[in-house]
């Protein structure tokens, strides 16, 4: 079955790296994608990653990828109030013709909170 | 393009009314998903469409829910009637093939 589970809660000092863990249970997930939603807000993606990566980065985001145990992770560099919001781990599996098949399964969000 | 657009962005109504709430996708993508967000649950899917035709609705809770996607700039998702139990922020999000969903700002549902 299909299942993403994530820590429920993370709280760290501003100016300290943060990092969000993730697990699936789905071996034929081809993307695996990181949400954030700040309160009251829709989900807005900060970024992916493709099965056949291992790592990912981006600015303050660094995504690693451990297929074999079926981890992913975020890592929030320099962590500042602003990013204080859940973020969510989502996967989805690729669809007959390429590109995903398109519904994303979700992780139930790690609300995190920074500190000044 | 401005995005997801949701309407309303909150309804409050009454048991046993009908509920109808709105969704209009970026323009181009051609997957549209509706999903329910609650603290118990987190996010659930309900229904999504390709090119305007529902592709899985097995996340729909019961026949008192249901979707439409007329046209490809508009889908609608339905309760009738309402019950407290469907309180809940519901999202519409699109994609263009590869699933980088984007998601609206949600409709938070109220049913008193």
């Known amino acids: 079955g299909e299942d993403v589970e994530q820590s429920l809660f993370l709280s760290v000092r501003e100016g300290d790296s943060s990092v969000i863990n993730c697990t699936y249970t789905?071996?034929?997930?081809?993307?695996l994608y990181w949400y954030k939603q700040e309160p009251g807000a829709g989900l807005q993606l900060l970024t992916y990653?493709?099965?056949?990566?291992d790592m990912k980065q981006d600015q303050r985001l660094t995504v690693l990828l451990n297929k074999k145990d079926k981890h992913l992770s975020l890592r929030i560099a320099d962590t500042q109030t602003g990013d204080s919001a859940i973020y969510f781990c989502a996967e989805s599996m690729e669809g007959n013709y390429g590109g995903s098949q398109g519904n994303l399964i979700f992780g139930k969000g790690t609300k995190l909170s920074v500190k000044p | 393009d401005a995005g997801v657009i949701q309407s309303p962005r909150h309804e409050v109504t009454e048991m046993g009314q009908e509920v109808t709430l709105r969704c209009k996708p970026i323009s181009g993508h051609d997957y549209l998903f509706w999903y329910r967000q609650t603290m118990m649950r987190g996010l659930e899917l309900l229904i999504y469409?390709?090119?305007?035709?529902?592709?899985?609705d097995s996340g729909m809770p019961e026949d008192r829910f249901s979707a439409k996607m007329p046209n490809a700039s508009f889908s609608t998702l339905k309760i009738q009637p309402s019950e407290p139990r469907d309180s809940a922020v519901y999202f519409c999000?699109?994609?263009?093939?590869?699933?980088?969903?984007?998601f609206g700002q949600g409709t938070r549902l109220t049913v008193v």
């Open positions: 789905d071996s034929s997930s081809t993307y």
């Open positions: 990653i493709f099965s056949n990566m």
């Open positions: 469409f390709n090119n305007n035709v529902p592709i899985d």
């Open positions: 999000a699109s994609s263009l093939r590869r699933a980088r969903a984007f």
